[in-house]
């Protein structure tokens, strides 16, 4: 394996590790809410939690983090469960729930109300809001903050045993209205919601926050490095202070790095989560989401990820990544990896008026000119051909070395031809179809007399073509910064409309008859492209994955010069 980069996290662990801060542990979380389907982003904290447990020989628990039974399903339950194992990770048997803790949790803040550290409050959450005051000015107490311990215990009980309304009551910390970390005025620990929850069902009425749930839950686990975003960096504090009031099996570290942000892209679930509600994708796999589905659909693999979040890096500046540089990942690997085959996504008819008619030629075709390894195979070449459409000019300007009238060019794998007329459909003047002739004399793609052609183009037999489906996708969102979309008004305007492209009338060589849902080629001048989970022997469908310029190594190298 290559070295590790050693970011600012691995330091602090290596460091806890050589001064035996926590023995030799360590262990790691990956702790999603289940209101959603994973994406990218979360895919940077995945690589990052279990890599640096797995480097350490630690482990890292998959925890979900299902304290708002309101937003969160069983369907989220079992994608994030199938999308971390398919990154390549494994939890072990350290599957949790922080949903599984309730009755500790609930014993944890009976302990806090004793020690007079917390108390439940009756102000709604308009007015919770209204007394927190602002960055400049200090919160007001709550008329309940002198209740009694007695009282509080109380109607912290009758809260848990259902005698009060939603919103009617909190159980919150006492800790400080004039602090200047807004975070740690008297937050709210505890509220009711008689919501059933998908795992514990009625049993519970009253649900913990966030900042309460966990840094216990953390504890309970024994871990060492709670790692975060930098959102939580001001709640730190928060998570120190539970822990230390009360008798806590371990207190771990919270240590906050930058989220991932990608240009063109939105991370966040509750955008997400809109776009599926609103039919602009077909689903939370639609090709063009940044989830782990959508990118497994689109034709990523775990490995094009896992190198774009190690490429990536982790930092403490909040950065926007350039989706040309998670394209690159993909391509890198499908440059090693993806079988060559020829494709014709707007075909144009070629008739070879001096091939034999019924004639049939098997030529050879490279697998992959990186990997001599996959050898090659046979496609069959015949007299009537189907090229790009993009491949003829009626009017080549200059630079154009592709087909034209009287012009000759090399077929990849098979004949030099030469155009010599074009017929044209009568009434819209579109060009239907070309009358070629070839010479025998080139086949494999040389002239024995050394005169050279300029253009190489890809082509199919039209009689052995595969006629398939192509989806072609672009950005979801035009703005290259559309972390501002806020509403659903906003979402719509900043939509691409021309995001995705389906082609319905390509072809294909007949190799990918077989070709499995999930399979992955690149179409010789067009780009990368897998068979979509729609895909049937009856009707192909493929999904272009990237294109092949890759608009990244070019930014770096002009970087590099
Ligand atoms: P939302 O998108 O609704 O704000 P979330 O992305 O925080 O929610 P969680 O399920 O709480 O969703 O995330 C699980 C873990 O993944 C958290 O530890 C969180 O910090 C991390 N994570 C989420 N988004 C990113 C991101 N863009 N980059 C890096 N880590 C992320
Ligand atoms: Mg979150």
Redesign the pocket.
Known sequence: MHAEVVDFIRRIVADDLSAKKNGDRVRTR????P??YL????A???CLNFGVAAENGGVCHLRY?DTNPSKEDVEYVESIQEDVRWLGYDWGDHLYFASDYFEQLYQFAIQLIQLGKAYVCDLSADEIREYRGTLTEPGRESPQRGRSIEESLDLFERMRAGEFEDGSRVLRAWIDMASPNINMRDPVLYRIQKTTHHRTHDAWCIYPMYDFAHCLSDSLEGITHS???LE?EDHRPLYDWVLDQLDVPCHPQQIE?????LSYTV????ILLQLVDGGHVSGWDDPRMPTISGLRRRGYTPQSIRDFCAAIGVAKRDSTVAIAQLEHSIREEMNRRAQRVMAVLRPLRVVIENYPEGQVEELEAVNNPEDASMGTRKVPFSRVLYIERDDFREDPPRKFFRLAPGREVRLRYGYFITCIDVVKDECSGEVTELRCRYDPATRGGNAPDGRKVKGTIHWVSAAHALEVEVRLYDHLFEQEDPAQITSAPDLRSSLNPSSLETLTDCRVEPSLADAEPGAQYQFERLGYFCADADSSPERLVFNRTVPLRDTWAKIQQRAAS
Do not use: Q, V, W, Y
Request: aromatic fraction near 12%; charge should be positive; include cysteine.
């Open positions: 990956f702790p999603p809410e209101n959603g994406h990218i982003g979360h940077k904290s995945i983090d790692l975060c975003t939580f790095f930058a989220r991932l942000n991370l966040s679930k509750r």
